[in-house]
């Protein structure tokens, strides 16, 4: 119940075009939905989050959209660009219960070409 | 704030021997995580401590692995002893509020 699924593996898009990564869960006691981005040597570094009570939620080229009731959740690049090449992890926490815990996907690597 | 900050940031050593990570979290935050990371098994969640108290354990992968937090400004994972199936990044994390977590740049540890 604790896990996040998280798709594609890998991802390589051309430069300008529309990145797209899912995240499926099944613990409904997650309330926080955070998106991390890693760079190669880096430690991951918080992209954009969004909470259950919005389906939707922008910030510049990135965007979430949250299915509460298929209990899913995706990342969407915009304009992708070369230097949005990394990995990328989806997670889901109980926030304050549970002293931030968070659950992490897999993660997907994304390559945009130039 | 310069953020959390783990050291060593490179650590090489032989199997066996002991070996000491540290993580300074982000002042104020009062939850602290440690991960380890390796392309096998992707980022593993191993302890975290709530207020300087530890709340899981039960990713630390066997009796070989210890976390302290003795203060809210200070934390340290040990391996004792050390073994080369533990090479990996490992990762030191703070949160405020149970939201967000910030990491550290990580400890690369190789052992041979």
């Known amino acids: 119940q604790q896990q996040v699924k998280q798709s594609p593996q890998s991802l390589i898009v051309q430069k300008g075009g529309i990145s797209i990564i899912n995240c499926a869960y099944e613990n409904t006691a997650f309330d926080y939905f955070p998106w991390y981005q890693q760079f190669p040597g880096k430690g991951p570094a918080l992209l954009i989050a969004i909470r259950p009570d919005v389906s939707e939620k922008k910030e510049g080229r990135f965007t979430i959209s949250f299915n509460k009731s298929a209990k899913q959740f995706s990342l969407h690049i915009m304009d992708s660009q070369p230097g949005d090449s990394a990995t990328y992890f989806c997670?889901?926490?109980?926030?304050?219960?549970?002293?931030?815990?968070?659950?992490f996907g897999d993660g997907t690597t994304l390559t945009v070409k130039p | 704030d310069a953020g959390v900050i783990q050291s060593p940031r490179h650590e090489v050593t032989e199997m066996g021997q002991e070996v000491t990570l540290r993580c300074k979290p982000i002042s104020g935050h009062n939850s602290l995580f440690w991960y380890r990371q390796t392309m096998m098994r992707g980022l593993e969640l191993l302890i975290y401590?709530?207020?300087?108290?530890?709340?899981?354990d039960s990713g630390m992968p066997e009796d070989r692995f210890s976390a302290k937090m003795p203060n809210a400004s200070f934390s340290t994972l040990k391996i004792q002893p050390s073994e080369p199936r533990d090479s990996a990044v490992y990762f030191c994390a703070s949160s405020l509020r149970g939201t967000e977590q910030y990491f550290g740049p990580g400890t690369r540890l190789t052992v041979t």
């Open positions: 401590f709530n207020n300087n108290v530890p709340i899981d």
């Open positions: 997670a889901a926490s109980q926030g304050v219960t549970n002293a931030g815990k968070s659950t």
